[in-house]
């Protein structure tokens, strides 16, 4: 098992900056990829962007150029910077990891605010 924790979120002006940061224990030692998804109200979850062991990232079109997504492999830990924030990314951000057994696990999810 892999347990999630998610912090970084809240209320920003339509450009500004947030960084969201997800802290994994557990059997952490078999974790693969992580990444991000976020789900506005009323919207299905939403891929954002994800990070290999080895560091490959893939994000989604509409953040690419203005989030990145890293890794601290000696920390269990993701990250996500967001910049030029816009009030379309509002949204829970979700923390998800995949193991190398092809586990899914999420965390609880943390709230960004954009305001115009």
């Known amino acids: 098992q892999v347990q999630l924790v998610e912090s970084g979120g809240g209320l920003v002006q339509a450009g500004g900056s947030l960084r969201l940061s997800c802290a994994a224990s557990g059997s952490s030692a078999s974790i693969n990829s992580m990444g991000w998804y976020r789900q506005a109200p009323g919207s299905q979850r939403d891929f954002v962007a994800q990070?290999?062991?080895?560091?490959?990232?893939n994000y989604a079109d509409s953040v690419k150029g203005r989030f990145t997504i890293t890794r601290d492999n000696a920390k269990n830990t993701v990250y996500l910077q967001m910049n030029s924030l816009k009030p379309e990314d509002t949204a829970v951000y979700y923390c998800?990891?995949?193991?190398?057994?092809?586990?899914?696990?999420w965390g609880k999810g943390t709230l960004v605010t954009v305001s115009s």
């Open positions: 990070i290999a062991i080895v560091g490959t990232t």
């Open positions: 998800n990891v995949i193991s190398k057994n092809y586990m899914n696990y």
